[in-house]
Nanobody
């Protein structure tokens, strides 16, 4: 069992940066690949980024590639999403999730989800 808690969201202006954190409980955190998803108002949840269990491999949605970076610190049971050059269209609730499948973009293959953290990008 893994419990996930996101933090770091907030209101920022276009072009600003934010770093989201996802703290996990459980001793098996390092065996899970982790993903980030987001859901904007009135839209379906979409894949943002994924990181392998050791952090050596990452994968990003085209919409965030070059602006977002995911990393993890298994000693701290935490995964991060560094978001730079934020745009209004990045406004959404951001979720982290854990999966035993390596680097999948499919939400239904993630076993555990956090409660989400709100990110609003507005001038």
């Amino acid at each position: 069992q893994v419990q996930l808690v996101e933090s770091g969201g907030g209101l920022v202006q276009p072009g600003d940066s934010l770093r989201l954190s996802c703290a996990a409980s459980g001793r098996t955190f390092s065996t899970y690949s982790m993903g980030w998803f987001r859901q904007a108002p009135g839209r379906e949840r979409e894949f943002v980024a994924a990181i392998s269990w050791r952090g050596g491999t990452t994968y990003y949605a085209d919409s965030v590639k070059g602006r977002f970076t995911s990393s993890r610190d298994n000693a701290k049971n935490t995964v991060y999403l560094q978001m730079n050059s934020l745009k209004p269209e990045d406004t959404a609730v951001y979720y982290c999730a854990a999966t035993t499948v390596v680097l999948t973009v499919l939400a239904n293959l993630y076993n555990y989800w956090g409660q989400g953290t709100h990110v609003t990008v507005s001038s």
